[in-house]
Nanobody
Framework: VQLQASGGGLVQAGDSLRLSCAAS????????LGWFRQAPGKEREFVAA????????YYADSVKGRFTISRDSAKYTVYLQMNSLKPEDTAVYYC??????????????WGQGTLVTVSS
């Protein structure tokens, strides 16, 4: 299973950033995909997820209305568009996949993280 996250960086509060997670064709086609994050000193938390069909999306309350998850079937890539970023969004962001995943549960495969730092 291949999951390669990218797109992190240092931005200011209020800015936007788009994360990408490139997957293999097999991984992309048969798994729900999600984004999680882990801030320094905190546990990993769910951010957003999208079903394998792309029909259903799920968001943590803390990002609802600001973040959008989407998937590009032609590029085998899932995106996380992050708008109106806040300092509390600072974290390492991970993409994950799982054939039985739904919402924040059931992820079997994890990619490496990409660091997002939001300055105030």
């Amino acid at each position: 299973v291949q999951l390669q996250a990218s797109g992190g960086g240092l931005v200011q509060a209020g800015d936007s950033l788009r994360l990408s997670c490139a997957a293999s064709r097999r991984t992309f086609s048969s798994n729900a995909l999600g984004w999680f994050r882990q801030a320094p000193g905190k546990e990993r938390e769910f951010v957003a997820a999208i079903s394998w069909s792309g029909v259903s999306t799920y968001y943590a309350d803390s990002v609802k209305g600001r973040f959008t998850i989407s998937r590009d079937s032609a590029k085998y890539t899932v995106y996380l568009q992050m708008n109106s970023l806040k300092p509390e969004d600072t974290a390492v962001y991970y993409c994950a996949a799982g054939p039985g995943a739904s919402g924040s549960y059931g992820y079997d495969y994890w990619g490496q993280g990409t660091l997002v730092t939001v300055s105030s």
